[in-house]
């Protein structure tokens, strides 16, 4: 039987939703190495909608689960359903949608707060040992998602960014600095880390560290 793999998706572009070139990669490098995927988004309107050919805010409404579905081909789920026990491993892809739709770090940092079906899926992981991969900017959320069940020590990277490694340190996590190919590994919570296009430059080394980081998961799953 092929492992279960749960994605869970912010939306669609890096500006106010999922990396897409990250979260494609995901689902290559999962479908590559024959896990079964289903994805996951919250059902609730996007934080704020860019133009990305200009960068600008819009007055458009989106809502997070139907533009992630345009990056799953119209399955994903609401992240409301995960149940992660049902599961074999959790990958969350990057973008600024991780830090505007499912939590507020990207005005709030270390003080924010965090989807609570995210969090509650973290914590079913950390209970049943269900591995997670955290891409990009998603490990900062991950380690706030972490605090909120007592964990503190935990090792994550999103590369190289000062800042937001001293957030994840303030949030009692360690931080392991990574070029964009590697990853970090963090055996007791069962979690790996890759840096993607915090670091960049271009889908060639965001997809050698996310396939290593897939990789590695499905070592874990055996």
Known sequence: MAPKVAVILAGCGFLDGAEVHEAVLTLYHLDRAGAAVTCFAPDRDQFHVVDHATGEPTDEVRNVRTESARIARGAVED?????VSSFDGVVMPGGFGVAKNLSDFALSGHQCDVNPDLVAAVGTALETK???????????????????HGITGATVTIGSDQSTAAAIETLGQAHQVCAVQEISVDETHRLVCTPAYMLGPGPAGVGEGIGNAIDHLMRWIG
Not at 79 to 83: A, G, Q, V
Not at 130 to 148: D, F, M
Request: hydrophobic share 60%; aromatic share 0%; charged share 15%.
């Open 79 to 83: 992240l409301s359903e995960l149940d």
């Open 130 to 148: 269900t591995p997670i991969v955290a891409i990009c900017i998603s490990p900062a959320i991950l380690a706030a998602a972490l605090k909120r």
